[in-house]
């Protein structure tokens, strides 16, 4: 069984920075796509940051050169440094994991909220 356990999210100040973590256990860790995504009240979840098996990244237009996606394939664990946070950035962070193997299915954690506010 695939689970996905998000952490470090929180109540930050403008301008703050966060660290989001996410676990993955029950499957083969550096054969997968891994994906932060958010989710605002009332918004679609949209993609903040993804990286692939050799680790290149990409990134929503609204948080380069703010946030940095990473991995660490010894640890089964993706993170999500968050630095420059807008209030704009507050939702609810949802990990991803997509293997590259078969079943090619999608997994997500149960997400993480953070809120930006003064």
């Known amino acids: 069984q695939v689970q996905l356990v998000e952490s470090g999210g929180g109540l930050v100040q403008p301008g703050g920075s966060l660290r989001l973590s996410c676990v993955v256990s029950?499957?083969?860790?550096?054969?997968?796509?891994m994906g932060w995504y958010r989710q605002a009240s009332g918004k679609e979840r949209e993609l903040v940051a993804g990286?692939?098996?050799?680790?290149?990244?990409n990134y929503a237009d609204s948080v380069k050169g703010r946030f940095t996606i990473s991995r660490d394939n010894a640890k089964n664990t993706v993170f999500l440094q968050m630095n420059s946070l807008k209030p704009e950035d507050t939702a609810v962070y949802y990990c991803?994991?997509?293997?590259?193997?078969?079943?090619?299915?999608?997994?997500w954690g149960r997400g993480t909220q953070v809120t930006v506010s003064s």
């Open positions: 991803n994991a997509r293997p590259t193997y078969p079943p090619l299915n999608n997994y």
């Open positions: 029950g499957t083969i860790f550096r054969r997968n796509i």
């Open positions: 990286i692939t098996m050799d680790r290149s990244v």
